[in-house]
């Protein structure tokens, strides 16, 4: 007997979400026991079924989660930069309408 | 219709109906008792979608004869099903202690799985029905049952593939074939279901086809039996007898079992 863990998809194109485990002698048997656990109101769409052991888990929160600031990294703070960008343009703009660069 | 393939068909729904509801009834016994408990459910499940199809006959009863009868407050020599769908599987524990181990996992699997392909068939059968509402049922109740017979197709493989399992299988598959010919039993008046189209096939030939299928199938895992064997060939009486109303011993207790509830106040709404 293997532990399958089994995700659903809801909607055409849509993400798969874990649902739960099954505990089957193989994926034949896991899948339609699947079927019943995790589509039972008929909700699913596809279902995946993977054994548990092919998978891989990482849970390093020295990679996941860095100490350094790395928030130069993230769109947010770049998005930022971009306004600061503008609005130092806009004042050399200004200043080079006023003379006042030489 | 004729008036003979209008009573003839009342009686065909019944026995389709009562085999539905008997057998599910059977399968649901497994809650808490199949080899795991995944399994619990999935056997569950499927007895459940065999109630659900009953109930879609007994709809059907309604809308052909007009009457809205009550089909539990049925004696029991009033039920039409095929008695192989009314043998007790499933262990049993009484209130008081004692337990009865019945026929066990292989007989429940051998009987659905042989049960499924008649009634697989028999929905064939009926997929192009001159009466509209037949037809229109089946074509959902098709798509439930493909479920079904994967499911039961998966567990044959499994018990075939070992010796102390296979053993088991084909004691289990022998005595399921000494009722099988009850399945293929024909209501009175089945002629004339046929000759207006109503059913496509006959229960000579749905038994004919049958034996091929299952005997094909089974010959991949190595397994031969005498099925599809006129009754008078296999031990017992065929199983024959359930169309007409004649049933035994353990359909009488599964009756009591099933009724128990109704029967303490028919007159309930529920």
Sequence with gaps: MAVFEV??????????????????????????????????????????????????EEADLDLLRPPGDHRYRLGRYYRANVEKRKRLKTRVAEAAAEGRLA | ???????????????????????????????????????????????????????????????????????????????????????????????????????????????????????????????????????????????????????TRTWIARLADQAATRERLNAALAECCAYVSGLFEPVAGEPALVAEGVVGAGSDSLQAAWSNVVGGELKRHGITLPLGLPAGQIDGDGGLGGRRGEHGAEWLQQWDDMTSVYRLDPAAIW
């Excluded at chain 1, 339609?32 to 769409?45: G, I, K, L, T």
């Excluded at chain 2, 569950?44 to 089909?71: K, M, Q």
């Excluded at chain 2, 004696?75 to 049993?92: G, N, V």
Aim: net charge negative; hydrophobic share 40%.
């Design chain 1, 7 to 56: 995700f659903s998809q809801q909607d055409p194109g849509g993400p798969y979400v874990h649902a739960g485990s099954v505990v089957a002698p193989d994926i034949t048997l896991a899948g339609q026991y699947a079927r019943n656990s995790f589509s039972r109101r008929e909700d699913a769409f596809r279902l995946w079924i993977v054994p548990r052991e092919a998978i891989h």
């Design chain 2, 1 to 151: 219709m004729s008036p003979e393939a209008l009573a003839a068909l009342e009686r065909y729904l019944l026995a389709m109906a009562d085999d539905e509801l008997v057998i599910g009834y059977r399968d649901t016994e497994w809650t808490g008792a199949a080899p795991m408990l995944e399994e619990d459910l999935a056997f569950s499940s499927i007895g459940l979608d065999e109630v659900g199809h009953a109930r879609l006959f007994y709809a059907l009863l309604h809308e052909l004869t007009g009457e809205n009868i009550d089909y539990r407050a049925r004696r029991p020599d009033e039920y039409l099903h095929a008695r192989l769908l009314e043998l007790a599987a499933a262990p049993r524990y009484e209130p008081a202690g004692e337990h009865r181990s019945n026929r066990g996992w292989a007989f429940a699997i051998a009987r659905q799985y042989l049960y499924d392909q008649f009634d697989a068939l028999r929905l064939e059968s009926v997929a192009a029905s001159t009466w509209q509402p037949l037809a229109q049922a089946v074509d959902k109740v098709r798509r439930e049952e493909k479920y079904h017979l994967l499911h």
